[in-house]
């Protein structure tokens, strides 16, 4: 009995002891359980990991970083953030209708408080800090996405750009016509009653726009840009530009057809592109004074022409002689502007290579050789003495001669012959080859172009609209640098306008973009661009923010943006991740929806990419009165 008491005792000992045991392990297990679900993010479900914003941004596939990591930036043990009540969140509320095209820098009423002396009113005059506006501009009631390119050529929607005003004025010329709910394009011009293409045609049995040693042009006074419009589908890219003035919305009209233009004018201060840009230059009855002020029109024109390239002027005073008494002018006031002209291109050592018709052509010099000798005979203008010649921004015209790079012999070209297209677009740009672009060497150009053919692909995997053919057509790049992204993006049936900002201790880069083919312009973006609202289909902005944090203000900038860019497109943003935290903040006050993503190389990236759409919203319908 005493032995059956004392194994009863033992069974009932180890019973516990067991217990305990397993007790022991299971809080264990279950505490190192808890260590190891905080130590690691969480997988994120296939609803988490796509990307889609309000429908616009679609999934990635599955075997990419981006759908197998989802950030977490949210702080973690720290008093939790204000109440949305208390919180001090930024609101942009929509501005007033009537601001629906409005241009900062080429505000009508701004403009009146300037002189009208070679047309500096018309210049940019950008409002002070304290005048700029804190809410979105409206697109117009009853506004409608822009019809694709290349139908975008001949008709755009009336309800976008509400003028009738070049319809009428212009009906005789074929330049504009409205049909029911949209404009329709003809082509024509007030130099080609037969149309842009039969005109150009005309220009190409003068000299050869076929070869691709033609490739980038400038249309100055471009009207709705038609001359541009059927230039690009002969692989001539165009930059068009007329003032914003009594023909309303030339420009506006331009982009609505998918060409690119700017606002602009040609007055007191340089064009806003470096030397030796363009192939060609252009003018049809532009109506800029090019015989007066000593001929400093011409002159500016020299500069931003290759050594080479072509000046073709139709329109007044060209064959005055049959058109003089259609142009309300007398006989011998357009034989002595053409005298003028004539006179001023012999100075600046062009030559005049064809008159037919209603055109004529002038070539610029493949080099200064003889042009320096023969300042003998032409005392002005004298060669400039500035090295600066691709400095323009608010730089004021001079009347002196951009001097072309130093050559050994007659038969070089100054600065290097440049490759026919397409082949100029990956060949070494000479302003590299020749080391006047500190820092940038032939290894840099094309690291950078492999770079930027990685990046975008990884973008088209994200936004299936950039990845979709024809979606997007205007196409703005806020800090193009080499041009690599547009280089990207070439084979798409889309431009884009390259910009190197200014006032930003960069590398004067936009003579590089230009010498690969592709066009751009200068910007300061602590200012307003030089174009209508919802005129860009996208925008890309790399390192944007980070450059200006400390010259002026983000919102800003995200203004400026929201103002150009159309309802329902995108937005590809890549800074710090600290910056786009700032940015996502502001853009969802906006009515833009967005999300950040990881850098293409993957999580452990301090830079991260934002994609964002601009959601569709309008002004409210007119209430009759």
């Known amino acids: 009995m005493a032995a059956t008491r004392f194994l009863?005792?033992?069974?009932?000992?180890?019973?516990?002891l067991y217990s305990l045991s397993l007790l022991a392990i299971l809080c264990a297990t279950f505490y190192f359980i808890g260590i190891w679900q905080h130590s690691v993010s969480p997988i994120p479900t296939s609803s988490t990991a796509a990307i889609a914003v309000a429908g616009v941004l679609t999934p990635a596939p599955c075997s990419y970083s981006l759908n197998t990591t989802q950030l977490d930036f949210m702080p973690h043990h720290l008093p939790p953030d204000p109440s949305p009540t208390t919180a001090a969140l930024p609101h942009f509320p929509p501005c007033d209708p009537s601001l629906s095209e409005y241009t900062p820098c080429e505000d009508a009423g701004r403009s009146l408080k300037f002189d009208r002396d070679m047309l500096i009113y018309r210049q940019r005059h950008c409002p002070e800090k304290n005048e700029l506006l804190k809410c979105r501009i409206p697109a117009p009631y009853g506004?409608?996405?822009?019809?694709r390119w290349p139908k975008s050529r001949e008709f755009a929607w009336f309800a976008n750009a509400p003028h009738?005003?070049?319809?009428?004025?212009?009906?005789?010329?074929?330049?504009?016509?409205?049909?029911?709910?949209?404009?329709?394009?003809?082509?024509?011009?007030?130099?080609?009653?037969?149309g842009?293409?039969?005109?150009?045609?005309?220009?190409?049995?003068?000299?050869?726009?076929?070869?691709?040693?033609?490739?980038?042009?400038?249309?100055?006074?471009?009207?709705?840009?038609?001359?541009?419009?059927?230039?690009?589908?002969?692989?001539?890219?165009?930059?068009?530009?007329?003032p914003r003035d009594t023909h309303v919305s030339q420009v506006q009209f331009a982009l609505e057809r998918g060409v690119p233009a700017l606002i602009g004018v040609l007055a007191s201060i340089r064009l806003p592109y470096p030397s030796r840009a363009f192939d060609m230059a252009h003018c049809s009855r532009c109506l800029i004074p090019w015989g007066t002020y000593d001929g400093i029109y011409l002159i500016e024109v020299d500069r931003i022409l290759r050594p080479g390239g072509y000046w073709i002027l139709s329109g007044p005073p060209i064959n005055w002689q049959n058109h003089w008494r259609g142009w309300n002018r007398t006989a011998d006031d357009l034989k002595q502007e053409q005298s003028q002209i004539e006179a001023v291109a012999r100075t600046i050592c062009w030559k005049k290579i064809v008159q037919k018709g209603d055109l004529a052509i002038w070539q610029k010099p493949t080099n200064h050789i003889h042009c320096k000798a023969n300042r003998k005979v032409f005392k002005?203008?004298?060669f400039c003495q500035s090295q600066e010649s691709d400095v323009a921004w608010y730089t004021k015209l001079e009347k002196c001669l951009t001097p072309l790079p130093e050559v050994s012999d007659i038969k070089e070209i100054a600065g290097g012959q440049l490759p026919k297209w397409p082949q100029r677009l990956n060949a070494i740009p000479s302003r590299i080859s020749s080391g006047s672009l500190t820092g940038i060497t032939e290894n840099t150009f094309a690291e950078n172009t492999e770079l930027w053919k990685k990046r975008v692909e990884y973008y088209k995997k994200i936004d299936y609209q950039l990845a979709e053919t024809g979606r997007y057509r205007n196409l703005l790049d806020m800090n193009a640098y080499l041009g690599g992204f547009a280089t990207a993006l070439i084979d798409d049936p889309l431009w884009v306008m390259n910009t190197v900002p200014v006032e930003a201790d960069q590398i004067n880069t936009l003579g590089v973009i230009y010498e690969r083919g592709l066009i751009g312009t200068y910007q300061n973006w602590c200012e307003a661009m030089s174009t209508y609202p919802r005129t860009y289909d996208f925008i890309h902005a790399?390192?944007?923010?980070?450059?200006?944090?400390?010259?002026?203000?983000?919102?800003?900038?995200?203004l400026e943006m929201d103002r150009i860019l159309r309802p329902e497109s995108s937005v590809i943003?890549?800074?710090?991740?600290?910056?786009?935290?700032k940015i996502k903040k502001i853009i969802d006050a906006m009515q833009w929806?967005?999300?950040?993503?990881?850098?293409?190389?993957?999580?452990?990236?301090?830079?991260?990419?934002?994609?964002?759409?601009?959601?569709?919203?309008?002004a409210s319908p007119l209430t009759p009165k």
């Open 8 to 16: 009863s005792h033992i069974t009932t000992k180890n019973s516990n």
């Open 593 to 618: 929806e967005g999300r950040i993503v990881d850098h293409e190389k993957g999580p452990h990236e301090r830079e991260k990419i934002l994609f964002a759409v601009k959601q569709y919203w309008t």
């Open 573 to 581: 943003i890549r800074d710090d991740v600290d910056v786009l935290l």
């Open 164 to 194: 009738k005003e070049l319809a009428v004025e212009k009906k005789n010329q074929n330049w504009i016509k409205v049909e029911g709910e949209r404009f329709r394009f003809p082509g024509g011009g007030t130099m080609f009653p037969r």
């Open 196 to 242: 842009a293409d039969a005109y150009i045609n005309d220009i190409d049995k003068l000299i050869n726009l076929k070869d691709g040693s033609i490739r980038t042009a400038i249309d100055t006074g471009c009207g709705v840009a038609s001359w541009g419009a059927y230039l690009l589908s002969r692989n001539i890219i165009p930059v068009s530009f007329a």
């Open 143 to 147: 506004y409608k996405i822009p019809f």
């Open 542 to 558: 790399d390192s944007i923010f980070s450059l200006y944090k400390d010259r002026c203000e983000t919102e800003d900038i995200l």
């Open 380 to 382: 002005q203008p004298k």
